[in-house]
């Protein structure tokens, strides 16, 4: 509760600074006796409040009960939003937009499809940046696409979290990677076999199984262990 406490009064302390951050910066652009050196010394430092902020609220988050959880990831999507109108094109900016927007989404079923497009707008640009979060984006999307009956949207999404999963795989092995990419192909499979592609569905469910397997350590044969 203590631990609790403290990161709420962190929070409240970041958030009144990032404000008057975010203030200073729209004054500061507008006062034409300001020296560029100053200007990107206050957007240094804003970007700097505002990534903390994020910080301490999704972190707060996680210790919340669900309602409150959520309110906590509104409250930073807010504050994102808020940053992202005073620094335009900004690709920080964007980054906490999409990161607070996954949180929301993955929170309110009822929102997913928008939050999950909001995120993936912010991150495309620079998908290579942030490669986790991209996929999160496109996952998230995928699922939402087809809870809402959209079976060629969500195929299309989910496909390209495949091609991102792959790449990440291949530049960068590791257990996240090869996780995202099991959860990649059995998205792609369900859809597929939603879809009555049969064949082709079969193909990715065997994938996905075959390195789930491989996480949990246990050795695989695919002729013998596949569940196709």
């Given at each position: 509760?203590?631990?609790?406490?403290?990161?709420?009064?962190?929070?409240?302390?970041?958030?009144?600074?990032?404000?008057?951050?975010?203030?200073?910066?729209?004054?500061?652009?507008?006062?034409?006796?300001?020296?560029?050196?100053?200007?990107?010394?206050?957007?240094?430092?804003?970007?700097?409040?505002?990534?903390?902020?994020?910080?301490?609220?999704?972190?707060?988050?996680?210790?919340?009960?669900?309602?409150?959880?959520?309110?906590?990831?509104?409250?930073?999507?807010?504050?994102?939003?808020?940053?992202?109108?005073?620094?335009?094109?900004?690709?920080?900016a964007a980054e906490f937009v999409a990161r607070a927007a996954i949180k929301v989404g993955d929170a309110y079923p009822r929102q997913a499809l928008v939050r999950f497009?909001?995120?993936?707008?912010?991150l495309e640009p620079q998908a290579d940046a942030f490669p986790a979060e991209y996929f999160a984006s496109l996952q998230?999307?995928?699922?939402?696409?087809?809870?809402?009956?959209?079976?060629?949207?969500?195929?299309?999404?989910?496909?390209?979290?495949?091609?991102?999963?792959?790449?990440?795989?291949?530049?960068?092995?590791?257990?996240?990677?090869?996780?995202?990419?099991?959860?990649?192909?059995?998205?792609?499979?369900?859809?597929?076999?939603?879809?009555?592609?049969?064949?082709?569905?079969?193909?990715?469910?065997?994938?996905?199984?075959?390195?789930?397997?491989?996480?949990?350590?246990?050795?695989?044969?695919?002729?013998?262990?596949?569940?196709?």
């Amino acid at each position: 509760m203590v631990a609790v406490g403290a990161d709420a009064i962190v929070a409240i302390i970041l958030f009144g600074a990032a404000i008057f951050e975010q203030r200073s910066a729209a004054r500061a652009a507008g006062e034409v006796s300001v020296t560029a050196d100053r200007l990107k010394v206050v957007e240094s430092e804003s970007i700097r409040q505002q990534r903390e902020l994020m910080d301490v609220l999704l972190r707060l988050a996680e210790s919340q009960t669900p309602p409150g959880t959520l309110e906590t990831y509104r409250t930073a999507l807010a504050s994102a939003q808020a940053f992202e109108r005073t620094h335009p094109g900004l690709a920080d900016a964007a980054e906490f937009v999409a990161r607070a927007a996954i949180k929301v989404g993955d929170a309110y079923p009822r929102q997913a499809l928008v939050r999950f497009t909001e995120a993936r707008t912010r991150l495309e640009p620079q998908a290579d940046a942030f490669p986790a979060e991209y996929f999160a984006s496109l996952q998230g999307l995928g699922r939402a696409q087809f809870l809402t009956r959209d079976p060629l949207k969500a195929l299309a999404t989910f496909s390209r979290a495949l091609q991102v999963a792959e790449a990440q795989y291949t530049k960068s092995p590791s257990e996240r990677t090869k996780r995202d990419l099991a959860s990649a192909n059995y998205y792609v499979g369900s859809v597929l076999e939603y879809n009555g592609e049969n064949e082709a569905a079969a193909a990715k469910l065997r994938k996905s199984f075959e390195l789930y397997r491989e996480l949990s350590g246990r050795q695989v044969n695919a002729l013998v262990d596949s569940p196709a």
